[in-house]
């Protein structure tokens, strides 16, 4: 990756959930930055850079929920890669939704992987683990 810092989009709707991850993120001292958005129609923003948002410099990483408000994981998932700037944004799904359908929605969308929120404690602290060694084992193109 040569020296590039990746960045962080956290999709989700649930502060606390949020807060969790943040936190996991913080235990296993990943320092990468993570930015918040409340909703696909937030993280699309972010990504684009509209309604007063900075956009998101690449190299970036999509930790994306399913469901939402506004517009749920899998509308944000079909919206991307339909957009010739962000169909290759490397996307991780955490959800609570073990739904077969969802889950067979988001690999069709060409997701990285698909983690369950329930799958906490130790267990949970292997993602934020497997994000840190994905972007330090992945190269990225240029942005």
Known sequence: MSGQSVQVLLVEDDALDAQAIQRAFDKLKIANHITVA???VEALDR????NGYERLQRPYVILLDINMPRMDGITFLKTIRDDNELKTSIVF???ISDHE????AAYNEQIAGYFL???VGEEFLA???LIRKYWRLVEFPSP
Do not use: F, Q, W, Y
């Open 38 to 40: 409340s909703d696909g």
């Open 93 to 95: 799904v955490l959800t």
């Open 117 to 119: 929120k329930k799958n």
């Open 127 to 129: 993602l934020p683990e």
């Open 101 to 104: 359908k969802h889950m067979t």
């Open 47 to 50: 990504l684009r850079g509209e």
